[in-house]
């Protein structure tokens, strides 16, 4: 049997993984756009940061590879997926035949519909390129605009900070991280990003950029005016790289449809990660979760059942952590609340700056938390519940954790299978 | 494989295996650096260690983006190789029982590494209440505890009416 | 080049637990201390204060060259010069003053057995009586309970007992790896109460932990001697075979139901009979502890004696589950008691207490301090201090400090300058527990050991080298023949028919006599009739009621309105010891300084916060402390506890030289009536 799976990131290598300790014997092929063993997309901004060193970004080794006996088609890009034939077309035009197939593509950064966002001086942070681009341009003194004020948007704005530069953040919301945080949250974080220095724009339309002959970029924006950048980092999202196959979409939607084994409509083509659009652990219509943990747990189970394991994703949770401007960022679920939802507020607990839990009839459903690291921490010890949509006991009890004493008892001190996700 | 079993039952949150723990980490007892917790309730005289169970599929381990997660092949310890870690808490927020820590001042992760296979949280367990043991053993403990608990129940009121 | 690493095997004496451990060595130093696992009492356990003996052993602030007193302050002298001059100004204060002025302290810090009798026997050389030690404050009027009653301390069978009753005692901080055989027990059924006005480290496991008032256990074991003979729960046979004074028992016994002792005690009348059923549904097999939380009082020996009639009324005495006697390891005695009794010299306190000196052959340390500042009943004029703190742990540390102070001679031997080497005129190093060999007898196993020698320094003698050196000065090293430490520990043991090789070859141990339950069968108990007794004709003979009537405590039966907290001091806490460790960094980064705990009521009507400062005040003294608030149920309301042994805020100050248990003259330091004020 030949398996074959396209990208070479979270899902992609989640699924290899979860389908070798299954099946030793398939032959296994990757196919990768890029010329390198797998790095860690999510942590390019720490190393822009200079929190992580270059080798320290890949995650993968060839030796790893080669452990696996999975043959690497590196560099190597995929025009279209022919369903009729079971092949892969590369755009170099060999064909590669396949049995089973994961479409691990992930996704790419979105461009607004800006007028001269297409020019040169306009970067995004998504590939390693991408990364060793902008590091060469983060000079002390420079000055940048940072589209969008998402992860990867105030992510870059750190690490440009954190370098010296001159930051502005442009976003047309009126909040920051308006994926990531309920307003109250990203009004502290906005006040920290003040206090590091950042010009932070909020509620702002970015009109046009125009680049100068010297190399500036002139940004008009209403409101504000006009400015010039040295460069403009754009982050306003991402969308799936889901044009391979489009026997699989459904019309005017984003994102591969998947079942809960990671199927897509077509025959033995499987999906997982960001291009996928996927259960999600409330229930409900699928969404697009393109975060890392989604893409690993799907994975895992394309991976399982690219083996014929049969297993079911129980659907995705959104979970976002990152330290940025000296407070760590977290959130989970559906943390702003609906009519209905009961919802408990904390301004300091053990140096946590603001704690949110959001739960409707007593089953919490999402959570922020921002400041101590320990509120991570704390926001792990929800995602059970809400993932399992089990009810919360007392919230004193909780806090103090005073209900993992019961958990522990009632799991018996003993080590379980698959006791974590 | 063996790990660290916790009887509850057993523990009076004397903090030797925190202060060990510390210790082995920081060179200090600032019970804060250490990876194994005990947590106290007075009101109902409750005493709960909570140490990392080196859960058979990971998460925290599966998660890391950084892939600074590993299981030591010898004592199948899951463990945080501070080199790579970048200090993004992913583990934090995957483990469900918040046995990661955030360790401030070099801006890593930690966890319990089972201190290579001999943990000095159960060398300095003077209670009992911590043992490294093959997990089928757990199993036994815990059944020795949970009938120990009734045959006091049968000749014991502990006088509260 | 890699270090060349060694493991040696000693026993720990960080507390006397003794526990086996394995010191690892790196080119000759210690790098770390780890549990033996193949030692029959920790199995492989150990405390963090052990692995900081570390910590001890290579402190920057040891002492390591003898210091002499001068007007310009500290001066360092060769140790020949020291020993030179110490036992010329010993003669001359022996030529004018005679040879009781001179008295020798043994600390705790040094241990107890050959040790302890090592400093015996040079007193008794040079011709003093006097010997002082720890013991007039810890250990003795527990051992009197028991001896009193049944003959001996017995050992708790604590693995193999249905009911563990643990009196005024926290194992897991004051003897850590006891806390494993009582887990062991829990874990086969046994039901574990406390009795204890604090939550305790243990209480927190107790099936029943009864939170009496301070200084009223005997209340409570009178209560439930009650609960017991009205249930007809005693072993029968065994009480009218092998006791004496049973019917006064009972009679005694009437006045305290239930109710009394709840009224008395504060412990629901209720769980005073849970108590009793726990105890009678598991006898014999109930063993009982005594920890040192009920002999600082001026009832302490009685309400331990009530609490050893328990043991003989359950039949639990040397039974299995219930309380065993040890044999004694059988080594030669150091002591000088037969050949040099010196008696008719007046040993310090042997008048005022003579069952201290009489059982236990200690003279009365509080008495001591009397006779340096008032010559009452006669002069001490020079004290050899070795391994003890009284500055610290005396009671009332203003007037021991005065009356160290005031002596013609303070010869002071320790690894650090404490408050009592502070005021010393000579300072000599002395060797920790690492640096010397010795024998120790675990009475639990059985078994006995040696210690090694794993690392020692130049000058730094060893106890016996220092009496050895000091009593040829003075002309009594007939007293001291053998050449060194090893040559006393083989002649120690001869009477065993074990050798010194044997021993160093089993670092875990070698059973020195089997465990051999109910010998007493044919021996009789080691009281004056043979039998258990209930009521003491030796103590009515000395003039003490027969009975251990029990007696409330002062602050109960006339309180004073000035004083209306009542202070416990002492509870261990687990990284410290008495004054001890308190200079190892690491321990003060988890328990930095003194503390008063108090209940939340209290400190809410004081009017304080957890860490706001206050005054505590007794009839002795003030000192100033922050408050610990603890949870309702962690200590009673009125209650406060401070622990000892911290140089700044010394609770010392404030507890009482001047009041006394009348049989063991242990001071009142554990129901002390004091005031709180906000600072």
Known sequence: MQVTIVGNSAAALSALEGFRERDQTASVTLVSAEPVPAYSRVLLPYYLRRRLSYEGLFIRQMSDYARLRVATEFGARVERVDPATCELELADGRRLGFDRLLLATGSSPARPPIPGLDGPGIHTLWTLDDATRLDSLFREGARVMVLGSGFVALQAAWAARQRGLQVIVVELLDQILPRVLDAAAARILHEQLLAYGVDVRTGTRTDGVETDHDGKVRVSTDGTGAFAVDAVIVATG????????????????????????????????????????????????????????????????AGANLAEAGVAYAGSLSMNVTEMFGLT???????????????????????????????????????????????????????????????????????????????????????EKTPCA | MRIVAVDPDSCVACRNCEYACA???????????????????????????????????????????????????????????????????????????????????????????????????????????????????AVDLRREVLDASLRRLLHLDKGEK | MPPETEIQQTLCRM???????????????????????????????????????????????????????????????????????IAARLAAIREERGARSIGVWKGEAIGFGQQENIARRFAHAVGSPNYLSNDSMCYAARYFGFKLVAGAWPVPDLENAGCIVLWGANPPYAHPNMTQYITAARRKGATLVVVDPRLSA?????????????????????????????????????????????????????????????????????????????????????????????????????????????????GALDRAGGTFFKAELPLRDLTLYEDVPLKHLGPLGAGRFPVLYDLRRECHTMTAIEAILQDDPYPLRALIVTGANPASTNPNSTRVLEALKSLDLLVVRDLFMSETAAVADYVLPAASFLERTELHAHAKHQIVSVTRKVV????????????????????????????????????????????????????????????????????????????????????KDLG?????????????????????????????????LHSRFRNIPRFLTAIPGPEVEMHPDDSEALGVADGDTVRVTSRIGSLELPVKVMAPNEILPGSLQITHGWRDANVNLITHDDRFDPISGFPLMKSVEVRVERM
Request: aromatic share 8%.
């Open chain 1, 238 to 301: 991402a969308r799936p790289n889901d044009g391979l196959l489009p026997e699989c979409l459904e019309p005017g939607k984003p994102g591969i449809p998947v079942a809960d084994t990671m199927e897509t409509s077509v025959d033995g083509v499987f999906a997982a990660g960001d291009v996928t659009r996927g259960p999600t652990s409330a229930g409900g219509p699928r969404e697009i979760h393109a975060l890392w943990p989604t893409a690993v747990e799907q994975g895992r189970v």
């Open chain 1, 329 to 415: 960022v977290a959130s989970l679920g559906r943390f702003v609340e609906d009519d209905g939802d009961d919802v408990f507020e904390s301004r300091d607990l053990a140096g946590i700056r603001y704690l949110k839990l959001v739960s409707r009839a007593g089953v919490p459903v999402g959570a922020i938390s921002l400041g101590d690291p320990e509120g991570a921490a704390l926001l792990g010890r929800l995602r059970p519940f809400v993932r399992q949509r089990r009810l919360l006991p007392d919230l004193p009890t909780f806090l103090e954790g005073r209900d993992l004493g019961q958990r522990l008892v009632g799991r018996g001190a003993i080590k």
């Open chain 2, 23 to 137: 210790f082995r980490q920081s060179g200090d007892f600032d019970r804060r650096a250490s990876h194994i917790r005990v947590n106290f309730y007075a009101e109902e005289r409750a005493c709960v260690p909570l140490t990392c169970m080196h859960c058979d599929d990971a998460w925290c381990l599966e998660v890391c983006p950084a892939a600074a997660i590993s299981r030591d092949p010898e004592t199948g310890a899951v463990q945080i190789d501070a080199a790579r870690c970048a200090g993004c808490k992913m583990c934090l927020l995957a483990c469900p029982f918040g046995n990661v820590h955030f360790d401030r001042t070099q801006g890593v992760s930690g966890k319990c590494d089972l201190c290579g296979g001999d943990p000095m949280c159960v060398r300095s367990c003077i209670s009992g209440a911590l043992r490294y043991i093959e997990a089928d053993e």
């Open chain 3, 15 to 85: 507390c006397d637990d003794r526990c086996g451990i394995d010191v690892h060595l790196e080119d000759g130093r210690i790098v770390d201390i780890l549990g033996n696992k193949a030692h029959l009492w920790n199995r492989g356990r150990l405390c963090v204060k052990a692995r900081a003996a570390v910590d001890m052993v290579y402190h920057a602030d040891r002492i390591l060259t003898p210091l002499k007193r001068t007007d310009e302050g500290w001066q360092q002298i060769p140790l020949e010069q020291a020993l030179d001059e």
């Open chain 3, 202 to 314: 243990i209480a927190r496991r107790a099936d029943i932990h009864a939170a009496v008032r301070p200084g009223t256990d005997g209340a409570l074991a009178w209560g439930l001697i009650h609960q017991l003979v009205t249930a007809g729960a005693c072993d029968a046979d065994f009480v009218e075979h092998h006791t004496v004074g049973f019917a006064k028992v009972v009679d005694y016994a009437k006045a305290f139901t239930a109710e009394a002792v709840q009224a008395e005690t504060g412990v629901p009348a209720a769980a005073v009979r849970a108590i009793a059923r726990a105890m009678q549904s598991a006898a014999p097999r109930v063993a009982a502890y005594v920890g040192n939380g009920l002999e600082h009082h001026e009832n302490g020996v009685n309400n331990i004696r009530a609490i050893a009639m328990l043991d003989g009324l359950l």
């Open chain 3, 456 to 539: 020692s320094w130049p000058g730094v003698q060893g106890e016996y080298e220092f009496w050895h050196d000091l009593a040829a000065r003075l002309g009594i090293g007939d007293y001291f023949p053998w050449e060194d430490e090893t040559a006393l520990n083989r002649w120690l043991l001869e009477p065993t028919g074990l050798t010194l090789e044997e021993l160093e070859a089993h670092p875990e141990g070698v059973e020195y006599s089997p465990s051999l339950p109910g010998r007493w069968k044919d021996t009789g108990f080691d009281t004056p009739s043979g039998k258990v007794e209930f009521a003491s004709q030796y103590l």
């Open chain 3, 544 to 576: 003490y009621d027969e009975l251990p009537v029990y007696q409330s405590p002062a602050y109960r039966r006339e309180p004073d309105a000035a004083y209306p907290f009542v202070l416990i001091t002492g509870a261990r806490k687990l990284l410290y």
